[in-house]
C-alpha cells in the first residue's frame, strides 16, 4: 500500500519510514511484555476484606463495600485506581488532584466497555461524599467510586507514603476458587525514571499523552493537567 501522504519529501518519507520500523518494533515489545504480565504466578492473597465506603444516594449517605463485594457474576478481575487529593490549608485531604481527574475524565467513558469483561472501581482516601461530589462537578457517570478512609488499603498497596501522602496507583485483583489475590500494579512509578523521561506508570490509562507525544512539541515541557482552563477567545479579565 502506498503510504505516501500530499506534497510530502523524499527526506520525510526517509526518515518517517525508518521511525516506522522503530514502530513496529516497539508494538512488538508491547505485546510481549503484555503476554508476559498476564503470565505472572499468583500472587499475595489480601490480608483482609477491605471494608470501603461508597456514596448511597437512595439513602444520602455512606454503605460499606466489602472488596470482595466488588466482584461481581461472571468477573473474576477487579481493576482498581488510587486517586488521590492533595494537602490543603483546612486539613490533610482537601484538592482533587488535576492529573489523576484528567485521568478519570477519560476512563469514566471506558468503564461500561471495560465491564463487559471486568469490574472497575476508584478509591480515594477522601470521605466518599468528597469524592461523589467531586463526580459530579466532573459529569462522571460511569466508574464506581469508594473510599478507603477507614482503611489500611492505601498503605497496603503503596497508595500511600509513610507520610500519608497519596500516590497515583492502578492495581487489577484476580479471584480465584474465593480466594483473592493481587496479580499487578503499576509498580513502575517506584522505579527511578531515566533522565528526561517520565514516569508512565499510568499512561495506558491516560490517553492524552499518548496523543500528545504524537505532536511535534510533544508533552510540553513541564506542563501538567488543570481542574480549569481559560475558555477559549475569552481574556482571562473577562467576566
Not at 173 to 189: C, K, Y
Not at 207 to 236: E, F, H, K, N, Q
Request: hydrophobic share 35%.
Amino acid at each position: 500500500m502506498e503510504r505516501r501522504f500530499p506534497n510530502e519529501s523524499d527526506e520525510y518519507r526517509r526518515a518517517r519510514d525508518a521511525l516506522l520500523e522503530d514502530e513496529k518494533e516497539l508494538r512488538r515489545r508491547v505485546e510481549a511484555v503484555a503476554a508476559q504480565r498476564r503470565a505472572l504466578p499468583p500472587g499475595g492473597e489480601i490480608r483482609e476484606d477491605y471494608a470501603f465506603g461508597e456514596w448511597d444516594p437512595s439513602v444520602g449517605g455512606v454503605r460499606t463495600v466489602r472488596l470482595s463485594e466488588l466482584f461481581e457474576d461472571g468477573r473474576d478481575t477487579l481493576f482498581l485506581y488510587n486517586f488521590m487529593f492533595l494537602p490543603g490549608p483546612d486539613g490533610p485531604v482537601e484538592t482533587p488532584c488535576p492529573d489523576c481527574t484528567s485521568i478519570v475524565d477519560g476512563v469514566d467513558g471506558a468503564v461500561p466497555h471495560l465491564r463487559q469483561h471486568i469490574n472497575v472501581a476508584v478509591v480515594a482516601k477522601a470521605p466518599a461524599e468528597r469524592l461523589t461530589a467531586h463526580a459530579h462537578a466532573r459529569g462522571w457517570r460511569h466508574a464506581r467510586l469508594l473510599s478507603s478512609r477507614n482503611t489500611t488499603f492505601n498503605a497496603d498497596y503503596r497508595a500511600e507514603g509513610p507520610d500519608e501522602a497519596q500516590v497515583p496507583m492502578a492495581h487489577v485483583f484476580v479471584r480465584r476458587d474465593g480466594r483473592i489475590r493481587h496479580f499487578w500494579s503499576s509498580e513502575l512509578l517506584m522505579v527511578p525514571s531515566e533522565p528526561g523521561q517520565y514516569p508512565r506508570h499510568v499512561d495506558f490509562m491516560w490517553p492524552m499523552w499518548a496523543i500528545l507525544d504524537r505532536t511535534p512539541a510533544g508533552r510540553g515541557g513541564d506542563w501538567m493537567p488543570s481542574l480549569t482552563y481559560p475558555v477559549p477567545g475569552v481574556s482571562r479579565s473577562s467576566g
